[in-house]
């Protein structure tokens, strides 16, 4: 079974700190998916990768950044964390191909101070 | 921007009625997706349609895909307390570069009562 795992599933940070969010997934996946989830906006892409090394911006990328240095890990980087970035956040990852699902972590939900 | 949106938001039912949610979005697709999410977990594929299909079954799912009206519905039929979940449509978009970008839709809630 595929296997997507992320770092925390529970995070408490203050407001300015730099916050790490890892998943690691163990299919040999190529693309590989941040998104955040909050109530009423289902879920929001803020970056992905379709390679490591590689990266592209979702539709909300502002605040955040990431890192893919090996093909099984995705980490998303909060530069200065504020609160509204108060969210869940999901990690996913997919073979490249169009016909192919996602794999969902379990998720990590974040509380900004 | 939301590329599916999900109708109803919410949705609560008794155990053993039919379950129908709707999806629609905006552009030209390849192919569409079902999702289900517990609460507080990640979400798990449930089915994929593709844009030259216009129904799929899996066990007591039903989906359909109208793309001349950028629409998918999915029907949960016999529905059961355990169905209970947060239920998403997601549409897979090539971009400039052949950059496959996943985009998801607000979510119907459904709640079945026993």
């Known amino acids: 079974d595929v296997k997507v795992t992320q770092s925390s599933r529970y995070l408490v940070k203050r407001t300015g700190e730099k916050v790490f969010l890892e998943c690691v997934q163990d299919?040999?996946?190529?693309?590989m998916f941040w998104y955040r989830q909050d109530p009423g906006l289902g879920l929001r892409l803020i970056y992905f990768?379709?390679?490591?090394?590689?990266?592209e911006k979702g539709d909300i990328p502002e605040g955040y950044s990431v890192s893919r240095e090996k093909k099984e890990r995705f980490s998303l980087i909060l530069e200065s964390a504020s609160t509204n970035q108060t969210s869940m956040y999901l990690c996913?990852?997919?073979?490249?191909?169009?016909?192919?699902?996602?794999?969902f972590g379990p998720g990590t939900r974040l509380t900004v101070l | 921007s939301q590329q599916g949106e999900e109708d109803p938001q919410a949705l609560s039912i008794q155990e053993g009625e039919n379950a129908t949610m709707n999806c629609s979005y905006k552009?030209?697709?390849?192919?569409l997706q079902w999702y289900r999410q517990n609460s507080g977990r990640g979400l798990v594929h449930l089915i994929l349609?593709?844009?030259?299909?216009r129904e799929k079954h899996s066990g007591r799912l039903r989906v359909t895909l109208d793309t001349s009206k950028k629409s998918s519905s999915l029907l949960i039929t016999a529905s059961r307390a355990a169905d209970t979940a947060s239920y998403f449509c997601?549409?897979?978009?090539?971009?400039?570069?052949?950059?496959?970008?996943?985009?998801f839709g607000t979510g119907t809630k459904l709640q079945v009562i026993p």
């Open positions: 997601a549409t897979v978009d090539v971009l400039s570069g052949g950059y496959q970008k996943v985009t």
């Open positions: 349609i593709r844009s030259n299909e």
């Open positions: 990768s379709y390679d490591v090394k590689m990266k």
């Open positions: 996913a990852s997919r073979l490249i191909g169009l016909h192919f699902e996602q794999f």
């Open positions: 552009t030209s697709i390849n192919n």
């Open positions: 299919m040999d996946h190529e693309n």
